[in-house]
């Protein structure tokens, strides 16, 4: 959980408020947003009133990215199982409900898209679910289970591996893993 505090600040008539993380970044953050220069602020004193200090809990994570497929298991002949270039990404509903969904390409590209449940441990997001997978050679939708974990390198950076299952006639897996650009 971070800590954040809500800020009013009166400096020439003009009040501004902020929500800022940490409080010490504060003069710079001002600077930034009124575009002032920092000379006429050091001889000022701005009046600065604490309002309210909560809790950040929002988790969601968003990212679209590429990445690679290595088949593990090849029964059902499609792309999960032989493995190829992938796009992937995720969107979230809440703080533990996602989409994640794959495109992999290769001689039978396969589409996918499973609803998935997770919790943040430390600084990983684990998650398993369910969903569908859909081959582009002859349009057989089938039911697939996911499961895996995101771990954001950077604010705008997420990497992730995840392990797919394919049921078709036969049972395709496949290990995927690659960066996203988060939003």
Do not use: C, W
């Not at 940490?22 to 004193?45: C, G, H």
């Not at 290595?70 to 029964?75: A, P, S």
């Not at 199982?81 to 979230?92: D, H, M, P, Q």
């Not at 039911?143 to 049972?171: H, K, Q, W, Y």
């Amino acid at each position: 959980r971070l800590i954040f505090s809500k800020f009013k600040l009166s400096l020439e008539n003009r009040d501004l408020y902020l929500f800022l993380l940490p409080r010490n970044i504060l003069f710079y953050t001002l600077v930034l947003l009124m575009n002032l220069p920092i000379s006429p602020l050091l001889s000022q004193t701005p009046t600065i009133e604490e309002s309210t200090v909560g809790t950040l809990q929002d988790n969601r994570l968003n990212y679209l990215g590429v990445g690679g497929a290595i088949g593990l298991r090849d029964e059902g002949e499609t792309a999960l199982g032989k493995g190829g270039f992938t796009i992937l990404g995720r969107l979230s509903f809440t703080n533990n409900i996602s989409i994640h969904s794959s495109a992999i390409f290769n001689d039978n590209d396969l589409l996918s898209a499973a609803v998935t449940y997770g919790t943040p441990i430390k600084i990983f997001f684990p998650f398993v679910g369910a969903g569908i997978s859909a081959d582009t050679d002859n349009f057989n939708v089938n039911p697939e289970i996911t499961s895996g974990v995101d771990l954001p390198i950077n604010s705008l950076i997420t990497g992730t591996a995840r392990v797919n299952a394919n049921f078709d006639d036969e049972t395709d897996i496949g290990l995927i893993f690659g960066v996203g650009v988060n939003f």
